[in-house]
């Protein structure tokens, strides 16, 4: 489908232009998405030309950084370093565009295990992001959460969950970004859960539940997780009979997905099995 728009949008607006770009940037990310790295590479590097050649230098910014990330993915970290420092000699001080640069710095500077460096980069795209007005709050709400992703990473899970509180906040009432939102909520859940906040996970995992569900329907592998999570809440609480419904339904759905044999189902059974148990039966 994509392959097809683009070649729709090169036969109307031609091969150099920005709408074409666009496309490009979208069948990128489809390739990383399905861990096609050199194709999602090839992509980019066509698209931060078209950029260049046209002088959109936000959106230049935006898709070198792009390729850094993907360069990260292909194991090439030093030409993503240098791709990065491009992007923060062109990029405003105070950019959005800069504070995304500075959260891909982070992630390969955590993937080389230089923490320190890794949050002093987090800190720098923090002091961006939280002293302005955003102009694309669905763009900064993608930063907060790929921060909080970073931070959770390398147990900062105090710092991760406020980010991901402030991520909720961007995207409240954005009906089409309900997945993320589902996501984030099912993460909350978990880290609350596993820092002892039993009653504050609960109702992230419930949110959670209700998101993932509307849009990808009920057998959702995110679900099952979902599920599980608030199985160990309910048991937490001493709410065994909830527990063993929670757990049951993720059983089914992780089963379904990843077969009788994976450990995430075996560790699903053990966890009924555990619930049973503490009922004395």
Same mark, same amino acid.
């Given at each position: 489908?994509?392959?097809?728009?683009?070649?729709?949008?090169?036969? $109307? *607006?031609g091969g150099d232009s920005q709408e074409v770009a666009k496309v490009r940037q979208?069948?990128?990310?489809?390739y990383a998405g399905s861990s096609r790295n050199e194709e999602a590479l090839e992509q980019y590097e066509i698209v931060r030309m078209v950029y260049e050649r046209l002088g959109l230098d936000v959106e230049l910014s935006l898709a070198e950084t792009d390729v850094a990330m993907v360069l990260v993915l292909l194991g090439r970290s030093e030409e993503a370093m240098d791709v990065l420092y491009r992007v923060f000699n062109r990029a405003g001080k105070e950019s959005e565009e800069r504070a995304?640069? *500075?959260?891909?710095?982070?992630?390969i500077l955590c993937i080389q295990d230089r923490k320190a460096d890794s949050k002093r980069c987090l800190e720098i795209a923090r002091e961006i992001l939280d002293t302005k007005i955003s102009v694309s709050p669905l763009q900064v709400a993608q930063v907060y959460a790929e921060m909080s992703m970073l931070y959770e990473t390398m147990i900062e899970f105090e710092v991760a969950l406020c980010l991901m509180k402030k991520t909720l906040v961007f995207l409240d009432g954005v009906s089409e970004m309900q997945h993320i939102?589902?996501?984030?909520?099912?993460?909350?859940?978990?880290?609350l859960l596993k820092t002892e906040r039993v009653d504050e996970a609960v109702p992230f995992l419930q949110s959670a539940i209700e998101k993932l569900k509307n849009c990808f329907?009920?057998? $959702? *592998?995110?679900l099952g997780f979902a599920y599980k999570h608030l199985g160990d809440a309910y048991l937490a609480m001493n709410q065994s009979e909830s527990a063993i419904k929670y757990f049951t339904i993720a059983k089914d759905i992780i089963n379904a997905t990843y077969g009788p044999k994976h450990e995430d189902t075996i560790d699903t059974i053990q966890s009924i099995a555990n619930a049973y148990g503490v009922m004395g039966r």
């Open positions: 489908l994509c392959l097809s728009a683009l070649e729709f949008a090169r036969y $109307h *607006f979208l069948l990128a990310t489809i995304l640069a *500075f959260v891909a710095m982070a992630n939102q589902g996501s984030i909520s099912a993460r909350m859940g978990w880290l329907g009920p057998l $959702h *592998f995110g």
